[in-house]
């Protein structure tokens, strides 16, 4: 099942990096450093520019820019078809429930991530990941690949999305505009989106949008379900049933541009994922397959979740050279499943019922920014953060008795940061941070806090090659627990657990020069190595207990190493890039848990390499896209949370092609044709389950999360 042997095809690519490029297209405009003694060219490789691309999603990164028109050529549909090639980063869960961002192999739980500044992080389930948004309503995404400055706290670091609004889309001269898009792909989902926006007014703009998805059951690549001996899961076609279901997202925002230097915005999102989904969506067919036949219980079970977002965002321009952005929000998300149908087997009837889980964050997010001095400048960076979150549990049983319970926790911070400009290429960068962490729950009732140092430094040499390093602790406290099995109702208190505290120090080289014969030739790395202390596992098994006994608690010292690399050439109507990333973790155990001692972060993924090429015929309004993903193999060992038996993973490769075509005859149309997954590979993503597993009623478990096949997929999209 393993695709070519990677150690043939890396060296092979590593000749061709002298031939890749960083994607850069036309719509980038830069909007930072004139007052900055080093070339902005030079500065966006450490700092990354944002870039705005008028429909599409602009996607950029501490580990390497990526170009927002891609995205648009590559019809996303999923949040792993934005971020999967970006070094560093990856999105685990094939199913629609199960969008779970990873970097440098920490899941979603250790990232901070923000729709529009509203606070994303909730822990609903664990057999789901924690974010739901279509990619299609995104205008950009902005990431943070590790924890490597004071603004946004967290441990592993930050994922900011930010949706469309109306003052990006109109065109200049028009009041009003709309678009309606049109998607299909065999395997096997279509989708429509409809969207309105204009200027009511001089100050009042408006956006509406609404984008629904059909999914049906996806067929795997080599159309068969297999197990971890390669064999044909029995009762299976190739389909992986417990998909179907269908999504719709709405967005209205309204926008009022008080005077040139203010602008008020206030916004709404209503999202909702429903169907009859299987019981465990992150764990494949095969898998829940073996548990629904020990149980005799049926293999699909109704499941809504649904996402409300109310956000209000204010921009203040003031003085000569100071802004403030504050946003306040509140997000609900809820999960409900009917589990009636435990009915269907006596000895479950107990069991049978309709639950649902709550997760709310509210609060607020402010944060400035202020140039001062002349020969020395000062940039200052500084802000404040109050998130709380709120969890709540119900169960109604068949013979109406009910079950309930809630958790509540909240995370106040306030940091301050100063990049010093000495006006000769060199800049250092200071910053203090720190955060007030009460919760209260069934594990721990208590306040945790701490000051927070980052300080980094940076030099341009000859304005086309910076060095930078830094180095910045870490904290998080405990976190309430996960809501959809009973908001702490069985979990075992643990008042002496710790806050999670370390360091993350990150050495960091770019270059972007007009060498080899190119527009521009672009190289970088990111060397980093991390240490959480006091790492916090919610499964260990509590010392001198029995051998099901699990509680939530400090288990060792975790260190992940590695880099992020990535070479770019652009020629003409010609750019390559590519990217190879390692991240590889080690956990240094407490004497209480020694068995885990050596054990990895179980999302760890192996060697990875991404390539893309895209060529643009100007003269005939066609765009070409390729890309190609290549993930090494990983051996079986020790895994944090991973399977008993068998953890090892298997390398894949997967190449991806589009064409993308806007004729001029006739304004506003857009039509692409693509094929994911080209060659039709059987894999799954790394960061998703994968391994075999022993339970001691089910027997051996493939916790297998597959992913689709060969995938055509064509889009028509006409904006008026």
């Not at 009915?343 to 140039?371: E, F, L, Q, R």
């Not at 119900?394 to 301050?416: R, T």
């Not at 940061?417 to 208590?446: C, H, K, M, Q």
């Amino acid at each position: 099942m393993n695709s070519k042997p990677f150690a043939k095809c890396a060296i092979a690519l590593a000749i061709s990096s002298i031939l890749t490029s960083q994607i850069v297209y036309a719509n980038e405009q830069e909007t930072k450093a004139e007052n900055s003694s080093v070339d902005p060219k030079k500065t966006e490789q450490l700092d990354n520019v944002e870039r705005v691309q008028v429909w599409g999603t602009a996607v950029k990164s501490s580990s390497v820019y990526m170009g927002g028109a891609e995205i648009a050529t590559k019809q996303a549909d999923h949040i792993s078809d934005l971020l999967r090639t970006i070094p560093g980063v990856d999105v685990g869960g094939a199913h629609s429930l199960n969008q779970r961002i990873t970097i440098r192999s920490m899941d979603d739980k250790d990232l901070r991530i923000t729709i529009d500044g509203a606070n994303q992080n909730t822990y609903m389930y664990h057999h789901m990941g924690n974010l739901q948004i279509h990619a299609d309503i995104l205008k950009s995404v902005d990431i943070e690949v590790g924890s490597n400055s004071v603004i946004n706290g967290g441990l592993g670091g930050a994922v900011h999305f930010e949706t469309k609004e109306a003052k990006d889309l109109l065109v200049e001269g028009e009041s009003f505009g709309g678009r309606v898009q049109g998607s299909y792909a065999d395997n096997a989902s279509s989708s429509f989106s409809l969207t309105g926006y204009g200027q009511l007014t001089e100050s009042f703009d408006f956006l509406a949008y609404y984008n629904f998805v059909d999914r049906d059951n996806y067929t795997v690549g080599g159309g068969k379900i297999l197990d971890a001996d390669g064999d044909e899961v029995p009762g299976t076609d190739g389909e992986v049933r417990g998909l179907e279901g269908e999504v719709n997202d709405a967005l209205i925002k309204f926008g009022w541009d008080l005077d040139a230097d203010q602008r008020f915005e206030l916004g709404y999102e209503a999202y909702q994922d429903k169907g009859d989904y299987s019981y465990r969506p992150d764990m494949g067919l095969a898998t829940d397959t073996a548990i629904t036949a020990s149980l005799e219980v049926p293999l699909f079970w109704p499941t809504e979740l649904t996402r409300d977002t109310l956000t209000a965002n204010y921009d203040l321009n003031w003085g000569e050279s100071s802004s403030l952005k504050v946003a306040l929000f509140n997000n609900e998300s809820s999960l409900n499943r009917d589990e009636s149908g435990y009915a269907n087997n006596p000895k479950y009837v107990t069991w049978a019922g309709d639950i649902t889980g709550t997760a709310t964050n509210n609060g607020i997010h402010v944060i400035g920014n202020s140039m001062l001095g002349h020969s020395i400048e000062h940039e200052l960076t500084y802000g404040l953060d109050v998130v709380k979150y709120k969890t709540d549990y119900k169960k109604v049983y068949l013979d109406n008795s009910v079950d309930s319970a809630k958790e509540n926790a909240v995370n106040s911070s306030a940091f301050i940061e100063d990049r010093i400009d000495f006006g000769n290429g060199f800049a250092l960068i200071p910053g203090v941070r720190f955060d007030s962490y009460d919760i209260e729950s069934t594990v721990v009732d208590d306040t945790f806090s701490q000051f927070s140092a980052a300080l980094a430094a940076e030099y341009a040499i000859a304005n086309s090659f910076i060095v930078k390093a830094s180095s910045t602790q870490l904290f998080k406290g405990p976190e309430i627990g996960e809501v959809f099995t009973g908001a702490g109702t069985g979990d075992t208190a643990n008042p002496d657990i710790e806050a999670e505290t370390g360091f993350n120090h990150e050495l960091a080289f770019a270059y972007d020069d007009s060498v080899l014969g190119a527009d521009s030739f672009t190289a970088g790395i990111t060397l980093f190595n991390t240490t959480i202390n006091d790492f916090i596992y919610d499964w260990a098994n509590v010392p001198g207990g029995g051998a099901r006994d699990y509680w939530k608690d400090n288990i060792g010292d975790m260190t992940i190493d590695g880099f992020e690399f990535y070479t770019g050439y652009a020629l003409g109507q010609l750019n390559l890039q590519l990217t190879y990333s390692v991240a590889e973790s080690e956990l240094d155990a407490f004497d209480d848990y020694a068995a885990l001692d050596g054990g990895r972060l179980d999302r760890q993924q192996g060697d990875t390499i991404s390539v893309s090429a895209d060529y643009i015929f100007a003269e005939i309004d066609l765009a070409l896209h390729w890309d190609m993903l290549m993930v090494d193999d990983l051996d079986d060992g020790l895994a944090i949370d991973g399977p008993s038996l068998d953890n090892s993973k298997m390398s894949y490769s997967v190449h991806n092609f589009s064409v993308s075509w806007q004729p001029e005859q006739v304004s506003g149309l857009s039509l692409i044709l693509g094929v994911d997954n080209v060659f039709d590979e059987f894999y799954a993503s790394q960061s998703s389950h994968t391994g075999v597993s022993f339970h001691p009623r089910f027997g051996k478990l493939y916790l297998m999360d597959y992913e689709p096949g060969r995938n055509v997929k064509a889009t028509i999209a006409y904006q008026f």
